[in-house]
């Protein structure tokens, strides 16, 4: 069942604030859980978390959109994490940023119309003596240049 069908969600969203609700500080680790599980917190899971936790929906929404790692839409089929930290930048990393913000047709936490690459920013993947680096799932890639990022998205694209 895909993830965003109401039963996957209403599941998952009640098995996270279930294992959750006691502990002190219980909205991130309910959120984590409901991103772990789905991939992205939909929007639609704000009230029934609000009610178990006390809280308002707003506040629950401010929490959502102040993180950047949570994300209210679900990924592409790939996520594409470009290194913003400071080794990367000395070399090149915002050039590559802006090609792959204009190739791609997003800017960061964005998904191509095709639904195949989600573009994220990432602060430093211990690879810094090769960078720019980027990783796509477990795969850190370095020394990574613009004609190397358009081969990897169209790999990507293909399913490699
Ligand atoms: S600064 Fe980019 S990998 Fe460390």
Same mark, same amino acid.
């Given at each position: 069942m895909p993830t965003d069908s109401p039963p996957v969600i209403s599941d998952a969203v009640a098995r996270a604030i279930e294992a959750h +609700?006691? +502990?002190?500080?219980a909205l991130l680790p309910i959120l984590h859980q409901i991103q772990d599980s789905l991939g992205y917190v939909p929007p639609s899971s704000v009230p029934g978390i609000a009610e178990a936790l006390n809280l308002s929906r707003a506040e629950v929404h401010g929490v959502i959109s102040f993180?950047?790692?949570? +994300?209210?839409t679900p990924a592409g089929r790939h996520v594409v994490k470009i290194c913003r930290a400071e080794s990367c930048q000395a070399v090149g990393a915002e050039q590559l940023v802006e090609h792959a913000c204009r190739t791609l047709g997003v800017e960061f936490h964005g998904t191509t119309v095709d639904g195949a690459i989600t573009l994220e920013p990432v602060y430093c993947l211990g690879n810094c003596a090769l960078s720019p680096a980027l990783q796509v799932g477990d795969a850190v890639y370095g020394r990574m240049t613009p004609k190397g990022f358009d081969r990897l998205a169209a790999d990507l694209r293909k399913g490699r």
């Open positions: +609700r006691e +502990r002190p500080g993180y950047h790692d949570f +994300r209210e």
